[in-house]
């Protein structure tokens, strides 16, 4: 059975940094596409950052460019999402996702099969 596991959330002053992790369990991804996904209430689920994990190739939201990282391990079929200077419009439930196929954008939440429960960011002013 295919599980993803979230883990990191927290709440942070604004300008913080916290790091989700996102372990996979059930397989072993090599050239799936991995993606962090956030929601906040009455809002759709929004892509944040993807990577590819066979070739390492990673994607950005606008919103999040320079600020945030994603990065894999793949001997610890982990990927992580490092998030620095953080801003209160970034709160969210943060969501790990993944698909079996490659990623050249973003794709909609919809394209994604896989997905952990959340883990809860909240970054106060």
């Known amino acids: 059975q295919v599980q993803l596991v979230e883990s990191g959330g927290g709440s942070v002053q604004a300008g913080g940094s916290l790091r989700l992790s996102c372990v996979v369990s059930g397989y072993k991804y090599s050239r799936d596409c991995m993606g962090w996904f956030r929601q906040v209430p009455e809002k759709e689920r929004e892509g944040v950052a993807v990577?590819?994990?066979?070739?390492?190739?990673?994607l950005y939201a606008d919103s999040v460019k320079g600020r945030f990282t994603i990065s894999q391990d793949n001997a610890k079929n982990t990927v992580y999402l490092q998030m620095n200077s953080l801003k209160p419009e970034d709160t969210a439930m943060y969501y790990c996702?993944?698909?079996?196929?490659?990623?050249?954008?973003?794709?909609?939440?919809?394209?994604?099969?896989?997905w952990g429960r959340g883990t809860q960011v909240t970054v106060s002013s």
């Open positions: 996702a993944a698909t079996m196929y490659y990623c050249a954008v973003i794709p909609r939440a919809s394209s994604f099969k896989y």
């Open positions: 990577i590819n994990t066979g070739d390492g190739s990673t």
